[in-house]
């Protein structure tokens, strides 16, 4: 079966959501409407090809600059206002935004969500209008021939099959489109499906922001994965065009630049509070199932509800296949040699020094043009490059005992001669003790003789594992011999859940509270601090707990606020009276602590 034949027979299917409005193209269209720019160091940025101008043959040519340069296409100019106020009146909107962004985290996280709309002003970032300028010219290319374009290749790598896709939108829109955390021109995503040699799906994975390694993949049998058939089913992200396993709104959380000292003294709270106090649920997966951001983030919301277009078999409109170059086919002949030879970003360069509002670079390359680990490590990028095809697990496992059961036998032998050694050096010893001239050499002889003892001690404990080892690779080999495999989960740390449906259907006045408690906290200091500025630290207490309770009425945590709230300040009480009373307590304890040791001493006296 040839590559593209064996891309289309398990080419996946992309649900997107209501309301999205770019969807997978082809990339000669989009360049023909862009322009080519160069901005190197401390410069400012220099158009070297036209709009209307530029060819993928003109994209591949060779650009020599210095370091820190960077190559970027320009799709489209924005639109004033009034225009992309004019485009929104063109286009309907169909999308159905769900309530409670920010509703569905607390006062802490809403602080950062303000603070980092600041970052997003002090940073570079895509002008607005630019998403209305991008569909309108997108709606002109479908309008005159639509079509819906992959892009696939197929790697064969340590017994697997790798059927890399991957997805070009002329325009990430998440941000101005759907509230989400950046928009950026130009979009590419990427899906593995990854067969055994017999042509049998084993594995799929899907780009999702942040994710990476094992958290990116499903097994064939997981019963998350949605399937048509032999075509895995995805859920794209509105605007952000990330892919999901499973339906639904994914609260997205966003750290806060330079927030890592600050989220770690938060995690020192939260371990204190759930473990020494015993407050609130006690998980011990609770570290493993979250991000170690989750503690001081910006909540977003990416809608992948595939309520919308469905491309691929079995939905409304078809895919058009298109093969890219292998993994080192440099070859400029090739139909889509830009993969290769082109490093530059395939939009708007914004500045932005976190790059979320940067475009990204092509299918083989990062933005700084290093090469992807998709690109060269599919297997690696999903963390497939430690499992064995299924057909070379056993075999594998046979060859695995072996070298345990060699390794076990070389360190028997060793420790028959090390245990000789110790009695030989035992025996030295001995005759020692009583030459006093052996002194020096006595007590450097016995730190020999107990760093041996050691080492023969570590090779007792090896061994004793390796015994267990080969005893549960007998167990595993009965295992996979007889068809029964690991749960499909067990290899995810961190899975992505879509939200709740209460939590999606937060009330109205819930999601007005959150979008003015922030607003009123500072406009309440403000008033204090002009009203009775000797007590703005009093006002500021006050304004932060009534707001907090009015957080937790609309939450329906009052409850649990009460409780904390007691909590807290009876560890406040208890390190108040400690403070003021601090050393009566410590005379208090020593004499509690002499009559402990003496009535102890007594009763052991007495039998």
């Not at 591949?60 to 929104?88: C, D, K, M, Q, W």
């Not at 892009?151 to 989400?180: A, E, K, P």
């Not at 819930?510 to 003015?516: F, K, R």
């Amino acid at each position: 079966m040839d590559d593209l034949t064996l891309l289309r027979r398990f080419e996946p299917v992309v649900k997107y959501a209501q309301g999205e409005h770019f969807f997978p193209m082809d990339v000669d269209r989009y360049v023909a409407e862009s322009s080519l720019w160069e901005v190197r160091p401390d410069q400012p940025p220099v158009r070297q090809v036209l709009e209307q101008q530029l060819d993928l043959a003109q994209l591949i040519a060779p650009r020599p600059a210095p370091h820190g340069t960077v190559h970027y296409l320009r799709f489209v100019e924005s639109l004033t206002p009034l225009e992309a106020a004019r485009f929104l009146a063109r286009h309907e909107r169909t999308f159905r935004r769900s309530r409670g962004r920010l509703a569905r985290v607390g006062l802490a996280s809403r602080v950062v969500d303000a603070l980092f709309s600041i970052t997003l002003i002090l940073r570079g970032r895509v002008p607005g209008g630019t998403a209305a300028a991008a569909a309108d010219a997108y709606g002109r290319f479908q309008q005159a021939d639509e079509r819906y374009v992959y892009y696939g290749r197929v790697v064969r790598q340590n017994g697997f099959i790798c059927l890399h896709y991957t997805f070009f939108y002329c325009m990430n829109d998440w941000r101005s489109s759907f509230h989400g955390v950046n928009d950026h021109e130009a979009d590419w995503e990427q899906v593995m499906i990854y067969l055994s040699e017999d042509l049998t799906p084993q594995w799929v994975a899907y780009a999702s922001h942040d994710f990476s390694g094992d958290n990116l993949r499903r097994r064939w049998d997981d019963p998350e994965l949605h399937r048509a058939d032999e075509h895995p089913i995805i859920f794209a992200g509105a605007g952000s065009h990330a892919s999901y396993f499973a339906s639904g709104e994914y609260m997205h959380e966003v750290a806060l630049p330079f927030s890592g000292p600050l989220t770690r003294a938060l995690r020192v709270v939260e371990k204190f509070w759930r473990d020494t106090l015993k407050q609130g649920d006690v998980d011990e997966d609770d570290d493993h199932q979250r991000p170690p951001s989750a503690m001081l983030v910006v909540p977003f919301v990416d809608y992948a509800r595939g309520d919308g277009l469905t491309i691929g078999p079995g939905g409304n409109k078809a895919w058009e296949a298109r093969l890219l170059p292998g993994i080192h086919d440099a070859s400029p002949d090739h139909p889509q040699a830009w993969a290769h030879h082109y490093r530059g970003l395939w939009g708007l360069f914004a500045r932005d020094p976190i790059a979320g509002e940067n475009a990204p670079a092509g299918p083989k390359y990062n933005r700084d043009g290093s090469v992807r680990r998709s690109w060269i490590d599919p297997l690696g990028w999903a963390g497939l490059d430690k499992v064995s095809p299924p057909d070379e697990a056993l075999p594998a496992l046979a060859e695995r005992r072996t070298a345990i059961e060699a390794r076990l036998a070389a360190a028997q032998t060793d420790i028959a001669a090390r245990t000789a050694q110790l009695r030989a050096m035992e025996l030295d010893a001995a005759a020692m003790v009583d030459a006093p001239h052996f002194k020096s050499v006595h007590a450097a002889h016995l730190k020999l003789m107990a760093e041996l003892s050691k080492e023969i001690g570590r090779l007792h404990d090896q061994t004793a594992v390796d015994y267990a080892l080969l005893e549960a690779l007998q167990r595993y080999g009965d295992r996979l011999a007889q068809g029964r495999r690991l749960p499909a989960r067990s290899h995810i740390t961190l899975a992505h859940q879509p939200t709740s449906e209460a939590t999606e259907q937060l009330g109205r006045l819930a999601e007005a509270w959150a979008a003015l408690s922030l607003g009123l906290l500072i406009l309440g200091f403000i008033v204090v601090m002009l009203v009775a500025p000797h007590f703005w630290a009093n006002g500021l207490v006050s304004l932060v707990a009534f707001i907090s309770f009015m957080e937790a009425l609309f939450r329906r945590e009052a409850n649990e606020l009460i409780q904390r709230a007691a909590v807290w300040l009876s560890v406040a009480a208890v390190a108040v009276l400690i403070y003021q009373f601090a050393l009566p307590l410590l005379v208090v304890g020593v004499i509690a602590l002499g009559v402990f040791i003496i009535v102890d001493n007594l009763r052991e006296l007495a039998g």
